[in-house]
């Protein structure tokens, strides 16, 4: 039963439209896949384009308007797979 926490603010990848998000640990198999299931299941969440690398969420925001509900949604997701686990 994995809790994962986003941990800090995006960064830029360099070089990419891409963003990352820390995680308070590196999430396990299970716990990425709920997460990858969440995010195809909407319009807005198959635009992230996410990916989990280690201890870091990476998805694309050509835009920095886009930013907030980016992460809005990625907070939501990651607290739907918390949710999950638990249950």
Excluded: K, Y
């Amino acid at each position: 039963m994995q809790q994962i926490r986003i941990v800090d603010e995006a960064t830029p990848v360099p070089g990419t439209a891409q963003m990352r998000l820390g995680l308070s640990g590196t999430p396990d198999q299970t716990w990425i896949a709920g997460l990858r299931h969440l995010a195809a299941a909407s319009a807005e969440g198959q635009a992230l384009e996410l990916r989990v690398e280690g201890h870091t969420i990476v998805f694309t925001c050509a835009e920095r308007a886009q930013l907030p509900a980016r992460r809005r949604l990625i907070g939501s997701l990651v607290d739907q797979v918390n949710a999950q686990e638990v249950s």
